[in-house]
């Protein structure tokens, strides 16, 4: 390693451990992501203008254009789901099932059940955080907790697991030409594993906050979700979900195509149940807040952008790509690293491919399964995408009404330990062992 490669490899280091300080600070990751292309760009010698103007804003539009009508679709799908009351009633039908003792579980299920419908994260929040806010109520709860749980329920086995419509199992299925359900023993392992592990361990949150002495406290302009509001049947609220995840797992329709039936569906079989007064406000606000949480990643996307030209990154590459560890292996940790720098799921996983597909490909070749690949990319674009600087996780605390500070110690054990433990010692050893 050279001193030039050495120089930028902590460039990148200080980079992103700055843009966590600055996170925990609430700054905006819009200020926060072109602050750190520029501190990249100067240690690894690269000319700023150009590393600014040029390569990170053709980071952020290339991620934006990529992916902006899968975001806007799901925030219009999750947007009718919420204000026809649909969602709520998922919600609370699952909170009638599992009862206030079982808040933890009842508040993942009614997120992964969102998240597997192919709905935006942040419109899963705004439709389950009233509904968790009653089951916590119920429960007696401190609502820093929160996040954690639901967090856990939409951005870990729902994201990317197999049969989901989320972005790190659509673009892997793109890239390696792989069904949804690729990978489905160590895939359904995983995920089993995960909720396991997630449940157990924020009921173990929620028993010591009470030994604290700590209660719930309903925080203020949340509007309560009343059980007796008209909305359809809990049965009808989960017929679009089911269409749009059948729809997408057994046939070959795109994602975007998927999202467009269950729209349709969804304003069919929910009309009666929309404000008609607010349809336009509902689906502008759709679409400003798809721009917001679209937006929220980008900018560290590219950040990404600009470390992919640094020397540290072709040299880190060539290691990965030159590396004699088995490929389930490389597999796993190259989408680790690659969410870790972009903060980002799908914007991780997308630089990996880009990276590292033809290596892939040539894996398959030795006869490695290509399905087995992708499952571990998928799970592995899930670990260390949770870091501070994860424009998801800053958009939800503020929906939350809490703080790095306070809870996202919580988010860090469900949303990052938890699945890469799960990632690392369950589905890389069954891909091993059958792969």
Known sequence: ??????????????????????????????????????????TSQMNVFEGTTQTYLEGVAGFFSSYFFIFLLGNIFGNIYQNSGAAGKIGIM???????????????????????????????????????????????????LLPGIVCGGMWTFAMTGPFTPQIPNVVSMQYLGTPAYA?????????????????????HCGKRAKARGEHFVWPEKVKRVDEETDAPSGILSVI???AVLIIFNLTELDITICL????????????????????????????????????????IVGF????????????????????????????????????????????????MYETL??????????????EFIHRLCADGSGGLDSLP??????????????????????NFVTCLVVPIACTFLIALPICIIFG
């Open 183 to 203: 990978g489905l023993l160590p895939g359904l392992a995983g995920a089993v594993a995960q909720v396991i592990c997630i449940v157990l361990f924020m009921n």
């Open 1 to 42: 390693m050279t001193t030039t490669v050495l120089i930028s490899g902590l460039g990148v280091i200080i980079a992103l451990a700055g843009m966590a300080v600055l996170i925990f600070k609430r700054i905006s990751p819009i200020i926060i992501g072109p602050l750190a292309a520029i501190f990249v760009c100067v």
């Open 94 to 144: 699952i909170s009638h099932v599992f009862g206030a003792k079982r808040c933890m579980l009842a508040c993942l299920i009614s997120a992964a059940i969102l998240s597997y419908g192919g709905i935006n994260s942040f419109v899963i929040i705004f439709a389950v955080y009233p509904i968790a806010l009653k089951m916590f109520e119920e429960a007696d709860l401190p609502t820093y």
């Open 260 to 299: 467009l039936i269950g729209i349709l569906l969804a304003l069919g079989l929910f009309w009666k149940h929309l404000p008609k007064s607010e349809m336009l406000s509902m689906f502008n606000s759709a679409a400003t807040s798809s721009i917001l949480v679209i937006i929220n990643t980008a900018v």
């Open 357 to 370: 597909s033809d290596t892939f490909m040539d894996y398959a070749a030795q006869g490695y399964n290509l």
């Open 304 to 351: 990404g952008a600009v470390v992919k030209g640094t020397p540290f990154y072709a040299f880190a590459t060539e290691v990965l790509m030159g590396s004699d560890a088995n490929p389930y292996v490389v597999a796993a940790c190259g989408a680790n690293i690659f969410a870790g720098i972009l903060g980002s799921a799908s914007g991780g996983i997308a630089l």
């Open 389 to 410: 600087w994860n424009g998801s996780i800053v958009s939800v605390f503020a929906i939350c009404n809490t703080t790095h500070k306070l809870s996202y110690k919580y």
């Open 240 to 242: 679009p979900i089911l």
